[in-house]
């Protein structure tokens, strides 16, 4: 069975852009969810998505969306770049999207804001 | 709001020495419990997870963890440190009957001293 799935692994872009990555989950998966991982700030909740529907959001400035896709594929977005937003940007998918069930991780895309 | 704290940034020991990380949870309600590795430049991978079954939880390479309610703590424990355990470690927590919001600590590096 196929993982997680997120492209690009690497991306380097200037401040002001924006930058779209895509997060393919594990089949069967309808729920995923984004995190971002800094070394200062650890792994931050940005959102989860389940069935198309945004469930719940974590504490980002709106320059920061999502979507998901009817096959579970996501997406998220980041507008108006800036230096701050240099991360690894982690998706993991759920089967379930209950509580009790593990998360499974992509590698993450690392975005350099330059 | 569940939280999670992990006593340590940095912890070494010699191979084949008891490895201890530390982690204390905050939760209004019963808690899901995770351990996460995570190697360098990739995802983060399940360890074991408590979900109100046994407290003693066995994972996978030989670590365990132990749910202790009245200490609100999970530490994660493997009686013999391998070159192959260093890695981050991260503890997280989610709520039972929660949507698939998962808090994480701010991890702990393990070196492993040969």
């Known amino acids: 069975k196929a993982g997680v799935t997120q492209t690009p692994r690497y991306l380097i872009k200037t401040r002001g852009q924006q930058v779209t990555l895509s997060c393919s989950p594990i089949?069967?998966?309808?729920?995923v969810s984004w995190y971002q991982q800094t070394p200062g700030q650890g792994l931050q909740f940005l959102f989860e998505y389940f069935s198309e529907t945004q469930r719940n959001k974590g504490n980002f400035p709106g320059r920061f969306s999502g979507r998901q896709f009817s096959n579970s594929r996501s997406e998220m977005n980041v507008s108006t770049l800036e230096l701050g937003d240099s991360a690894l940007y982690l998706c993991?998918?759920?089967?379930?999207?209950?509580?009790?069930?593990?998360?499974?991780f992509g590698q993450g895309t690392r975005l350099t804001v330059v | 709001a569940q939280s999670v704290t992990q006593l340590g940034s940095h912890v070494s020991v010699s191979e084949g020495a008891l490895v201890l990380l530390r982690c204390n949870y905050s939760s209004s309600v019963p808690p899901y419990l995770f351990w996460y590795v995570q190697y360098p430049n990739q995802g983060l991978q399940l360890l074991l997870k408590?979900?109100?079954?046994?407290?003693l939880v066995k994972g996978i390479n030989g670590f365990e963890a132990e749910f202790k309610k009245s200490e609100t703590s999970f530490h994660l424990t493997k009686p013999s440190a391998h070159m192959s355990d260093a890695a981050e470690y991260f503890c997280?927590?989610?709520?039972?009957?929660?949507?698939?919001?998962?808090?994480f600590g701010t991890g702990t590096k393990l070196q492993v001293i040969p």
């Open positions: 993991a998918s759920n089967p379930t999207g209950q509580g009790d069930t593990e998360a499974f």
């Open positions: 408590y979900t109100s079954a046994a407290t």
């Open positions: 089949s069967g998966h309808r729920s």
């Open positions: 997280a927590v989610s709520v039972s009957g929660g949507y698939q919001k998962v808090t």
